[in-house]
Antibody, heavy 119, light 108 residues
Framework: EVQLLESGGGLVQPGGSLRLSCAAS????????MSWVRQAPGKGLEWVSS????????YYADSVQGQFTISRDNSKNTLFLQMNSLRAEDTAVYYC?????????????WGQGTMVTVS | EIVLTQSPGTLSLSPGERATLSCRAS???????LAWYQQKPGQAPRLLIY???SRATGIPDRFSGSGSGTDFTLTISRLEPEDFAVYYC??????????FGPGTKVDI
């Protein structure tokens, strides 16, 4: 079964840091773009960051550029999001998502999400 | 920067009715790079349509997508009880890499 499982969320004070992880299974992780998408309470979806299959190209939304760092470990089928200098507006459910291919494409598999609360 | 707007904000319909959801882009979007997602309360989004009109794996054929340029449509031919949810369009053709619309809620 194709699956993504996020972890690492929690309550953090403003200015603090968190590292989210996303464990992938059921597909060849190293073949696909992986992304993070967040959703603030009661709000819509916001793309946060993406990384290509080999990890050499990384992309960020303007809202997190310079604050968040995406990375991946293909040997461990795991995606990461390092979040620094957290602010109240970063409070959201963070979803890990798999792209349909190794380039710009829709997100065909999503994790269940992990909640990050900055307060 | 491409901005997506969706209309209506809320669509109130009954089971068996046809739903037509609109997604408008501030600039032209390649047909290859427009997707639709469904999200139910407390759940992750689910991919319905990619490339404007291709159904994702396991998506029933009552869901269809169409459009080009700046105007795209998701149609649900006959609403089933499980279709009442929030629907988001997404473009992935231009900077920023991925943009979502604000969503349309389809409720009973």
């Amino acid at each position: 079964e194709v699956q993504l499982l996020e972890s690492g969320g929690g309550l953090v004070q403003p200015g603090g840091s968190l590292r989210l992880s996303c464990a992938a299974s059921g597909f060849t992780f190293s073949n696909y773009v992986m992304s993070w998408v967040r959703q603030a309470p009661g709000k819509g979806l916001e793309w946060v960051s993406s990384i290509n299959s080999r990890g050499g190209s990384k992309y960020y939304a303007d809202s997190v550029q310079g604050q968040f760092t995406i990375s991946r470990d293909n040997s461990k089928n795991t995606l990461f999001l390092q979040m620094n200098s957290l602010r109240a507006e970063d409070t959201a459910v963070y979803y890990c998502a798999k792209g349909r291919s190794d380039w710009l494409d829709a997100f065909d598999i999503w994790g269940q999400g992990t909640m990050v609360t900055v307060s | 920067e491409i901005v997506l707007t969706q209309s209506p904000g809320t669509l109130s319909l009954s089971p068996g009715e046809r739903a037509t959801l609109s997604c408008r882009a501030s600039q032209s979007v390649s047909r290859s790079y427009l997707a639709w997602y469904q999200q139910k309360p407390g759940q992750a989004p689910r991919l319905l349509i990619y490339g404007t009109s291709s159904r994702a794996t396991g998506i029933p054929d009552r869901f269809s997508g169409s459009g080009s340029g700046t105007d795209f449509t998701l149609t649900i031919s006959r609403l089933e009880p499980e279709d009442f949810a929030v629907y988001y369009c997404q473009q992935y053709s231009s900077s920023p890499l991925f943009t979502f619309g604000p969503g349309t809620k389809v409720d009973i």
